[in-house]
Structures are given as C-alpha cells and as structure tokens.
C-alpha cells in the first residue's frame, strides 16, 4: 500500500490522477486533513484517511498500514 498524503493539492493530485491511470487504485491510499475534499478519490476506488498533524491519533490510522509513504510538504501550519 503506498499512501500519499496533500493529494487534494495541485502536485498530489496530478500523482494521484497518474496512479489511477495506471490502474493502481487498489493500491493507493491518501491520508488528508479533510476526507470530504477527496470525496472523489474515494469514488475511483483509493482509500481516503483522516491525517490531521494537530490530532496525532488520526496519524497511526492514518500511516500504520502502508508501505512506502509519498509525503508531499504542505504550506499550512499546524498548531
């Protein structure tokens, strides 16, 4: 399982977009602070999880069963 997190930005879902093209939904998981701005990942068939940094219990969930992790930086502080 590879789980790629800021997959509701510019870059994350353009990787995103490709994983899918690739037919690797199945394999692919997004670990975003809003799951209902990935409303439309879920539809394509990749698994949307809670990681929200000011909440770390959502982060073992969130982390704990992947593989690789792709992290893309985000510009918004947490705190």
Do not use: H, W
């Not at 509701?8 to 353009?14: A, F, H, K, Q, V």
């Not at 999880?49 to 982390?63: G, I, N, S």
């Amino acid at each position: 399982m590879i789980v790629v997190t800021g997959a509701t930005g510019n870059l994350g879902s353009l990787i995103i977009e490709g994983l899918l093209a690739g037919g690797l939904a199945a394999e692919v998981a997004v670990a975003v602070r809003n799951p209902e701005r990935a409303a439309s990942f879920a539809k394509g068939g990749i698994e949307v999880r809670l990681a929200d940094y000011d909440e770390p219990r959502t982060l073992e969930r969130a982390f704990g069963a992947g593989d690789r992790v792709l992290l893309i930086s985000s510009s918004q502080a947490c705190g």
